[in-house]
């Protein structure tokens, strides 16, 4: 199923790891880590993506966070909007991703037999993803909603408290998972205005 040039090069790992690991490199320079585990049933994938929250230009604040959830919806590929969780969720997997400061990072593990299709609706959403414009105001809604939930716990006011006390010309500082009024374009330009 890989193509591309194999990368010899030792990978270290305990004397227990019975796993195998293969590390290529595809025409496009994407690097990929190949895993063998033969103590289980399911197949997974992953993409790390080196754009996080440091990334989000001002004016714009939690705009990373947002693509992150965009980008799961449909692709050209497979246009039916969540189709991708649908399959994902009926061959008995799970999927999800997360956004940090550098890294965005997208997973799934699903039963082996229907990996294959999986991997290729996976793939599609970096290839050929879709972004209706339904689509955008439900995310920003369901990013403003994470975010008032996040309002509630302790552990996340003491975190964004340090965010907010660092050094205003460093990324860190930087509001990270955004909210409906640092999205919407309509209400962020009102707010600038006033």
Known sequence: MAV??????????????????????????LEVLLISDPDTDK???SMDVSV???????????LAHFLEHMLFYASEK???????SKYITEHGGSTNAY??????????????DAFEEALDRF????IN?????????REIKAVDSENQKNLLSDGWRMYQLQKHLSAADHPF?????????TLDYNKNSLTQCS
């Open 99 to 112: 956004t940090s400061s550098e890294h965005t990072n997208y997973h799934f593990d699903i039963n082996a």
């Open 173 to 181: 500082h930087k509001f990270s998972t955004g909210q409906e009024l």
């Open 129 to 137: 993803p879709l972004m209706s414009a339904d689509a955008t105001m």
């Open 4 to 29: 591309g040039k194999e990368e010899v090069e030792e990978i270290v790992k305990a004397r227990t790891d019975k796993r195998e690991y293969r590390r290529i490199v595809l025409p496009n320079s």
């Open 78 to 84: 497979y246009p039916l909007e969540d189709s991708y």
């Open 123 to 126: 793939a599609q959403f970096f």
């Open 52 to 62: 996080g929250y440091f990334s989000d230009p001002d004016g714009l604040e939690g």
């Open 43 to 45: 197949c997974a994938a």
